[in-house]
Nanobody, 116 residues
Framework: QVQFAESGGGLVQPGGSLRLSCDIS????????LGWYRQAPGKQRELVASITSGNNIKKYGGSVKGRFTISRDNAKKTVYLQMNSLKPEDTAVYYC?????????WGQGTQVTVSS
């Protein structure tokens, strides 16, 4: 069983920053991927960023490259998303993701709203 504890969402003005955190409880010890996805109203869920467990290979969605940074705590299954230069179009529910052996597990989501 996989459990999530997400934090860090909220309301921010355009150009501002937020940092999301996700603590994941799982007995899996390697060969997994941690990530963040987001879903805006009326849109499909999309990849924001992901990072692999072994060699820390990072992948970013095209719209966030250069603005967002994903990182992880190697000692535990914690993943962070540093979001800078936020835009109104970044407004969405952000979901923490744990992928192992072809199966996706999801956090409950945290709302990020970018508005003046």
């Amino acid at each position: 069983q996989v459990q999530f504890a997400e934090s860090g969402g909220g309301l921010v003005q355009p150009g501002g920053s937020l940092r999301l955190s996700c603590d994941i409880s799982s007995s899996v010890s390697n060969d997994y991927t941690l990530g963040w996805y987001r879903q805006a109203p009326g849109k499909q869920r999309e990849l924001v960023a992901s990072i692999t467990s072994g060699n820390n290979i990072k992948k970013y969605g095209g719209s966030v490259k250069g603005r967002f940074t994903i990182s992880r705590d190697n000692a535990k299954k914690t993943v962070y998303l540093q979001m800078n230069s936020l835009k109104p179009e970044d407004t969405a529910v952000y979901y923490c993701n744990f992928r192992y052996s072809g199966t996706d597990y999801w956090g409950q989501g945290t709302q990020v709203t970018v508005s003046s």
